[in-house]
């Protein structure tokens, strides 16, 4: 590290994913601008979808990779690949579900009975936003330092605020924005305060050899030293923020609420997957040799938000809200794979894998729940709990496809949920976190009683005969995709587990070579 | 004591007691003419720990674009008009103080009682002397090390452009208002050149009075009309647009 | 050449950040707490300077330039925000207002 230019060009053969990610957003800015008017939003969902699934099928590139490059900024490896897969699955879900929002606009129910469009959103900006997004939060899932680190997060951030705030003629939509920057920016200056003690007294931005230092300095009397604590609380803290953990999570239900529906299926996923993404860069690769002290916070942590949320849940009538807690209580489960974490973890630990498992799960079922409600918004109607009324004798598909989201939150056995939970239980009775098992598996009986009202409300209660939705092909597809994969990607999860664990085995190696 | 001790002390003491002015003053104004203060003085310790380069973007950046766009946009917004932020309870005072302290009390443990050192690295005074000065070391470092963070961060400042332009342009008539050609004269007109179109041109997007050529708009002869002209806020709910019968601009006489 | 040392200017960015924490945490005013954001920042880049001063490396102000880069795109967006925010908070009485409170 020293002052001597070294110019080597970058190796971008191992950044393919993350290039055509690029790529594709600078391709829709300029689509935004020169393409015809009739066929501006065909166009532009066209380059998105095209651009994140040619995105997903570049990963290939990087798998078994472990390799680095920009000077050891940006990491390709398994962690890296699965991430983005997550990412991009979202980020395709997104722009399905987002179609008929973007092309109907938000609706609203007059006093005389007829649908108004109360906000229409520009179809251009949000596809671009998004992509950004997306890449930004990729690029956390890549980072090799924590300047790239910081930048990803706040790039995925800064593109959040701005999608909550899209439908700004309803106040709404600006106020959960304003939240949500506010104390985005609070979190991001406590991560930043923790980032700056750990350069302090490591001296290096990259996480290998901040692992590498800590490791060095291990032979005195352990990590009892108060600098390095306040450093790893205050990123405790600060990443606890970005996933909304509970003692930070005042933010949520009011960004969840306000924001367009699309955009918070979208912000439910991908800036919490990039917070996790942070979490295991951070303290699984770089702060390894701390990780007695970590797993006790993140347990804690984790124990609070999945009661909290669970039990404030119950009390919403506004769906978007009591999912927006759901939320919540799913990254306590997703914080215990992180507690579960086990010193000098091997290939044989199964926390990060569940972890990794858990986002992927969360992901379809979480975005097939908020399409549900984009699909009923489309008839100005769709968040609070009334409107779901009637919904199995109306549109029975959908009523389906909403049971089954609501059962896989829940939990309940053949569907994806289940098997997500499973795994990180158990994660957690192999760390010996027995406690935290047992809340797992009460705080899930506890979800019982507002997921299946929401079944119940659609099974057992009469149309209110309101006007119907208009089903969009797309959307309509979306939801059924989405249902589908609920149904069945459970049964092909013992695959996708050792993919995910082969590659978070292999983070771990690396960070233990590393610190030898 | 040696005159940079003593430096430190007098810019310290500043900042200090100009942060506190910025929680503590009434008006927010004011709080950002502390805030302004309080950067100088942060520049200023830049420049005694050998960050020249930084310094001076610390002026440019920080007080010279950031402060006064603040100070713009407090000309420009009616604070009392925007929401609070928090609800404002005792309780949250007392608990921001208490937990302040603690955080405090944290720190300075962590200052006075840290072991661990840090590995130096090659950036030493005679080694930055060497090639240049400070900035050159820097560019060396952004050019190399952080070229990845170097080109991403241009994409932050492209969010940052269209999100601005997303949300601070004033509102399009786009939707209904637009269809129904809801025009927007300012009252403002010199006697005569009043008119109202003698048919709507249907053209989205503009309002049919711009649209029309002056051959469309009638004179109006003897008084002058008033034309009222709907506040395009009055749009914004739902329930609005039930007060009048229909859509259409309200003429008076 | 100074007598003052790395802890100084630590102590400094210490008090700092918290002044802003406080801010943020007892302040009601938006555009306040906004600011009292970017002292928080600024407190770190001290620090992140401080550090870099102490090990000889650049590192720290490299870092600190970036966040100086992105704290300029932040307060864009913040301020965006906030008028897009006027705009709607002046057209709609103050129940409404309250909407997200509880």
Redesign the interface.
Known sequence: MGLDLDLTAPDLTLAWPQLIVFVMTVVLLFADAFVPKAQHFATLTGISLVGYIGAAFALVTQSGQNAATFDGAFRADGLTVFLSLIILVAAVATVVISASYLQNGEQQLGSDGRLRIANSVPAGEFYVLIGFSVFGAMLVAAAGNLIVLYIGIELSALATYVLTAFAKRRLTSVEGAMKYFLLGLFASAILLYGMTWIYGVTGSMDLDRIAAHLAGTDAGDGFTDPALLLGLLLLVVGIGFKMAAVPFHFWTPDAYDGAPTPVTAFMSVVPKAAAFAAAIRLFVQALEPLSDQWTTLWAVLALVTMVFGNVVAIAQRNVKRMLAYSSIAHTGYIMVGLAAYTSGGTIDDPSISSLLFYILAYTFMNIGAFAVITYLQQRGVGMMLEDFNGLASTRPLIAVAMTLFMASLMGVPPLLGFYAKYYVIVAAIDADLLWLAVTIVVASAVSAFFYLRIVAVMYFNQPDGRPLALPTRLLSGGIGVLAVATLLLGLFSSPIIDLADQWSGALTVLGRTAGQ | MEWASVAFYLIATVCVLSAAGVVIARSAVHSAIFLILCFLNIAATFVMLGAEFLAVVQVIVYTGAILVLVLFVLMLVDEDQLPDFHTGQPIQRISGLILGLILLLEIGAAITARSIQGATGGATPENVAAVGGNTQALGRVLYDDNLLAFIVVSLVLTVAVIGAIVLALPDRRVGINQRRGTGTINLGHPVGTDGIPLALPAVRGESPIAAATPGDLRPVAGERQIIMVRDPDAYTEVGQHDAAPDNRPLIKR | ????GL??????S???????????????????????????????????????????????????????????????????????????????NVD??????N
């Open positions: 050449m100074l007598d003052v802890d100084h200017f630590l102590f400094l210490a008090i700092l950040f918290i002044i802003g924490m406080m801010g943020v945490l007892i302040r009601r005013n938006l555009i306040v707490i906004f600011m009292c954001v970017e002292l928080m920042t600024n407190a770190v880049n001290l620090s992140l300077v401080a550090f870099a001063w102490n090990l000889n490396s650049i590192d720290g102000q490299a870092f600190a330039l970036f966040i100086i880069a992105v704290a300029a795109a932040e307060a864009v967006v913040g301020l965006a925000i906030i008028i897009a925010l006027s705009r709607r908070a002046h057209t709609i409404e207002v309250r909407t997200l409170r």
